[in-house]
């Protein structure tokens, strides 16, 4: 079941002081948000999928020097190839075509970066999840970098322990990070990001149900398979809502980063798992309330940065 979640306040971005706002295109582009929700909710009919890609997208932009739109830059050394992105990060096309679609509309005024904030609340939506309140104003990069990609993204194989520490090295609490690793209720994930789960050595602490085990063996063999694709949510993989937590205190989250979250030595974390399994409309409003403070990460506002008028290339 969605609900809104409405958030009446201002961001400062770390630039100028400057305010994100949600009517910062009131004016300058008022049909934005018509044209992103319908191109949002064409793009997930034709696949459920690629929601999760979208939520993913603004996550690992924002990780990397902040949201800026960074992970939009092709290049060959620059972030899309870094190794938590390459092979996985995707979406690009359609976000492209959602600019196209927006300069038609306004040219040269809505940022890339503004554009992933809003396509990635608009993806939640289209799969039941909550809604909330989209602040505005962030200018897109010049440069990106791999390197910050490869250093700052977290990888599946962290414990409670480091992944809070990964998070409040951006900003964000433990409750935030619980609440937006809960954006795996929907989506897929490489055989490769969870094989050494199923046939050791096993990481200390890890736990899995073994049925759950015995079932991902077949999609995920020994050798072979890195690619082939497994439910972060084997319950509802297409609608986003608790059921990532319930999976979790039953043993079964895919990736060791989502088990140990319940598994793991941090009584924080696993308080806050049983609190989400137990009530969805608690974890609704503190992943909108995480969203928010994620999309406001080291941002760019004012003269710095641009208005990329193609996501893919600088002006």
Known sequence: MSFVLVLLLALHGSALGQTLSSSFYRSSCPNLTTIVRAAVQQAVQAEARIAASFVRLHFHDCFVNGCDASILLDGANL???????????????????????????????????????????????????????????????????????????????????????????????????????????????RCTTFKARLYGPFQRGDQMDQSFNTSLQSSCPSSNGDTNLSPLDVQTPTSFDNRYFRNLQNRRGLLFSDQTLFSGNQASTRNLVNSYASSQSTFFQDFGNAMVRMGNINVLTGSNGEIRRNCGRTN
């Open 79 to 189: 972030e899309q190839n870094a190794f938590p992105n390459a092979g996985s990060a995707r979406g690009f096309d359609i976000v492209d075509s959602i600019k196209s679609s927006v300069e038609s509309s306004c040219p040269g005024v809505v940022s890339c970066a503004d554009l992933l904030a809003l396509i990635a609340r608009d993806s939640v939506v289209a799969l039941n999840g909550p809604s909330w309140t989209v602040v505005f104003g962030r200018r897109d990069s010049l440069t990106a970098s791999q390197s910050a990609a490869n250093a700052n993204l977290p990888p599946p194989t962290l414990n409670a322990s480091a992944l809070i520490a990964s998070f409040q090295n951006q900003g964000l609490s433990t409750t935030d990070m619980v609440a937006l690793s809960g954006a795996h209720t929907i989506g897929q994930a």
